[in-house]
């Protein structure tokens, strides 16, 4: 699991409907807002890196968010896995490798 | 007991408490900041290994483990602390499994066979101890990197122009931003930029030029944007081919022909004079025209006469961009009260690269858009350590550090004077040699078997880069690096290794710490955080063991040492001696202050009580004014508003600078020009970007991408694969048929290592004349289709047991 701390900018005038949205998505917290200001701090859980990008272009969709800017990353649950082999790179070597051959 | 759960809240919290810090938010949530800690054991300081934007991070580090990432809220660099998508990522390739972790020779069957360090430097030992004997101290080569640390960097070169008395020292940015050097040494007489990232937010003009700064430099377009998002009556210009994201903000997009740029730019500036914007005392004050190479004088009437044939009519005829927008971007520029440009690869890889850099120099001087906020002539680097490691340090075959040339005997005869070469080089000559040695091209080139008497290279050390797969025309390149004693040092098994005759497993960045320093002439420290795996070593350890073993223990003082950090330390005392009377002086960013700095220190930077230097050349802001003499300058009493001391005059040159197009040309045969370059999510050749499934997922790879008439014209549809051929070579490409090029004009990224789809192949490998910087920008091309659609997705990469194919699959 990786988690992504990151500040969603948004329209001020829209700061409501901006929270709904985000509400919406299971993997996203809320942690702090400066709603005056157009700003909201959310944590992103999921799977991979690529999960959290599909969230931030989720969110990015509404044209009431502005900007989705990351600032911290914790991804020890991967490190972990990919140490002790139990996490793989989905990329199979092994397959490419037989294919070169043939060529 | 702590359950995972709480773990995990205890995470996020912390996580969040930076963010919301960052966000100049305080914290609601009770305690959040209190359990700032629990993610990591502790957060090391250091920059991201990717791009040269240079963003500051912070590494967390847990039970030896690097496990988490975040922004430095205090950097200035990426302010607020924010980070991309591929600096988020570097974890997995600090983990992959794909990591070389043992030395390996090549046996007699071609095959590479693990070895121990003994066994693989003893053999580098008495390769290059045969070779400097049997065909002299320029038969053996170092071929560096913009992604070395400084601290690696100057010590190749020290080892090698004062150990050895060669100057067969040449790296990567020879093939990036070697044409910006020429250009910022004949322009203003010094090499880098004056200005730094924080004209950003002061500019009122950003003028974005050869630069795909959304995809290159993400970060620093995010500042951009984000700047004009809230000032929107900032004007944001865009002069590139293609329609890419960076155009998105722009108020204006400039298209041209690629190869043809050169031209926009003498319109801006006849435009500019023609309707009387330009700064007439800065012209009268500060600049000083040209003809030739800068040695002729020329007055202000007959620059004028020269430029005066690019009408925005012609500009049009010769480059494809409407006449209207060469006229409103000359007025936004001159008129904006601060005008900042900003390029990178769109200009310098180019033929005529130190030209078209001339060119937008000159946009400044005539409207006198240097040395105020806002107001510079920026080049952006490509690598993360360019700038620092390889500019500053001179690890060139034409310079010492200090960015001065070898040629020019003062420096070098302080430079041999501060290493005591006579005392220590093992060359007869007991000097460093004033004769330049052969840049990247010429090198490779040159490099060959020892029984090949036509090439005079017969060994190199190659280091945190990818030749085989980066050097234009690379077919041209790879029976040299192939036949001759090659030894590479990396972190993951490449193009280049697989031509080795000995691999070395290098640590990564935060395996071992050092400094970085990016566009804006800012330097800042990465501590070491964690181990590197198995038997991987940094750069600077294997400097210093073929030091040892040369004879050049005593020379390379840190060799002594075994603490990576301690040798870090070392070599960094000693460059920063090395260049204290110099314009990049560094001295006061010790290394004590450079542990505790959280932003950096810019140079010029002469004692530890200096801040550093936002702008280069204006008295009152610039040190070098405080005691020219020291620095081999003389700057005149009252100088008011700038004074480039680099130049003898103290003014800047103003080139006439003809727009011939010095670039491969289109043909019958082959009708279309290709341009190369990155996508967002990979960087250079991929040997880490596409071990990051994320990453790699995203441009699994390559593709060329054509207008939608030419692709009509020629029965192309979406996803056919197509045949880009040059005389050079060809790839196979699934065609992405899109109507944001211009027509005629193709592109192809970088980063595919598979055989028929690494674009080097087919780039044309004409060089500048200048600065001897390959023109991957612009090659011609034909155009067929080779089938339909093909599932090319495979994500490639050069894997381990690839290293004992003698062939490119
Ligand atoms: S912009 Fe460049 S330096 Fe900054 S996080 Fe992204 S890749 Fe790293």
């Known amino acids: ?103 | 007991m702590i359950t995972d759960i709480t773990r995990r809240n205890f995470i996020k919290a912390a996580l969040a408490a930076g963010a919301a810090a960052a966000a100049g938010i305080a914290p609601e949530k009770a305690g959040a900041q209190e359990t700032a800690g629990a993610a990591v054991d502790n957060w090391v300081k250091g920059v991201c290994r990717m791009c040269g934007t240079g963003c500051s991070v912070y590494v967390g580090v847990k039970d030896g483990k690097m496990v988490a990432m975040k922004g430095n809220v205090d950097s200035k660099t990426n302010t607020k602390g924010f980070l991309c998508v591929k600096g988020m990522n570097i974890f997995k390739v600090a983990y992959h499994p794909d990591r070389l972790t043992t030395p390996l020779i090549r046996d007699a069957k071609g095959k590479l066979q693990p070895a121990t360090w003994d066994e693989a430097l003893s053999l580098i030992e008495k390769k290059f101890k045969e070779y400097h004997k049997k065909f002299g101290y320029d038969s053996v080569a170092y071929y560096g990197s913009g992604q070395c640390t400084t601290e690696e960097s100057y010590t190749f070169n020290k080892l090698w122009k004062g150990g050895f008395g060669s100057n067969m020292v040449d790296g990567n940015p020879r093939l990036c931003m070697a044409s910006a050097v020429g250009a910022y040494l004949g322009s203003l007489g010094s090499d880098e930029p004056a200005g730094a990232y924080e004209d950003i937010e002061k500019a009122k003009c950003i003028f974005l030029t050869g630069s795909n700064t959304s995809e290159a430099h993400p970060i620093l377009f995010r500042r951009i944007a984000r700047y004009k998002k809230d000032n929107p009556g900032v004007k944001v210009i865009v002069c590139e081919p293609r329609r890419t994201k960076t155009a998105n903000i722009a108020d204006l997009w400039m298209p041209f022909k690629p190869g043809t740029d050169a031209a926009i730019f003498n319109g801006m500036a006849r435009e500019i004079i023609k309707n009387g914007w330009h700064d007439k005392d800065f012209i009268a004050n500060h600049s000083r025209f040209t003809k030739g190479d800068g040695s002729e004088e020329i007055t202000f009437e007959e620059y004028v006469k020269f430029i005066d044939k690019y009408t925005p009519e012609f500009v049009e005829s010769v480059t494809g961009c409407p006449a209207a927008h060469v006229k409103q971007a000359s007025e936004i520029f001159a008129k904006s009260g601060a005008s900042l440009s900003m390029w990178c690869m769109g200009l310098n890889q180019r033929s005529n690269g130190v030209f078209a850099n001339n060119l937008v120099h000159n946009l400044h001087a005539i409207t006198g858009m240097f040395g105020k906020p806002g107001a510079d002539s920026f080049s952006l680097t490509g690598q993360p350590n360019a700038c620092g490691g390889v500019r500053e340090t001179g690890s060139l075959s034409h310079l010492l550090p200090g960015c001065r040339p070898v040629a020019a005997e003062p420096w070098r005869k302080k430079v041999e004077a501060y290493w005591k070469v006579s005392e220590n080089c093992i060359n007869p000559s007991k000097a460093i040699n004033p004769k330049p040695g052969m840049h990247a091209v010429k090198l490779f080139s040159s490099l060959g078997a020892e029984n090949d008497e036509t090439k005079p290279v017969k060994a190199v050390v190659i280091s945190t880069t990818n030749p085989a797969q980066s050097l234009p025309n690379t077919n041209r390149f790879i029976p040299g690096m192939r036949d001759a004693f090659t030894v590479v040092i990396d972190i993951f098994p490449t193009r280049t290794a697989q031509l080795a005759s000995v691999v070395l497993p290098a640590a990564f960045i935060y395996e071992k710490g050092g400094v970085y320093g990016c566009s804006e002439r800012r330097s800042f420290l990465t501590t070491k955080a964690v181990n590197p795996p198995g038997e991987a070593k940094p750069d600077l350890w294997i400097a210093c063991q073929i030091a040892k073993r040369m004879g050049l223990g005593k020379y390379i003082q840190w060799s002594g040492e075994e603490d990576i950090s301690k040798m870090n330390e070392m070599a960094w005392n000693d460059y920063t001696g090395c260049t204290a009377n110099t314009e990049k002086t560094l001295k006061g960013a010790t290394y004590a202050r450079l542990k505790k700095s959280v932003t950096g220190v810019q140079w010029p930077c002469p004692d530890e009580k200096h801040p550093g230097t936002y702008k280069r050349y204006v008295p009152g802001m610039d040190p070098i004014f405080d005691d020219p003499a020291r620095y081999g300058y003389k700057i005149p009493e009252n100088v008011k508003r700038i004074y480039f001391y680099g130049r003898p005059d103290g003014r800047m040159n103003v080139f006439c600078r003809g727009h011939e197009n010095t670039s491969e040309q289109t043909s019958k045969e082959y009708p279309f020009l290709m341009t190369t370059g990155r996508v967002l999510e990979q960087w250079h050749t991929g040997t880490m970007t596409m071990r990051i499934p994320e990453t790699a997922q995203a441009h699994p790879n390559s593709f060329v991408e054509i207008h939608v008439n030419d692709a009509k014209k020629l029965g192309i549809k979406q996803g056919d694969m197509v045949k880009v051929e040059s005389v050079r070579g060809y790839n196979i490409l699934p065609a992405r048929v899109v109507n944001m090029t211009l027509e005629g004009v193709v592109f192809v990224p970088m980063h595919d290592q598979k055989a028929d789809r690494m674009v080097n192949f087919i780039c044309s490998d004409v060089i500048d004349a200048g600065s001897s910087e390959p023109d991957y920008k612009v090659s011609a091309v034909k155009i067929t289709r080779f089938s339909g659609p093909k599932n090319v997705a495979e994500r490639y990469v050069v894997d381990r047991k690839e290293l004992d194919n003698p062939k490119f699959s």
């Open chain 1, 1 to 103: 699991m990786i988690f992504a701390a990151s500040v969603v900018y948004f329209n001020a005038n829209r700061a409501g409907e901006v929270e709904k949205l985000i509400a919406s998505f299971p993997n996203v917290e809320i942690y702090d807002k400066d709603m005056n200001k157009g700003k909201i701090v959310i944590v992103t859980e999921a799977e991979s890196a690529q999960g959290i990008e599909e969230t931030e272009k989720a969110l990015l969709e509404s044209d009431a968010v502005e900007d989705v800017a990351h600032y911290a990353f914790h991804f020890g649950e991967e490190v972990e896995g990919l140490l002790n082999g139990d996490v793989k790179p989905d990329i199979n070597f092994e397959e490419i490798f037989k294919k070169k051959r043939g060529q």
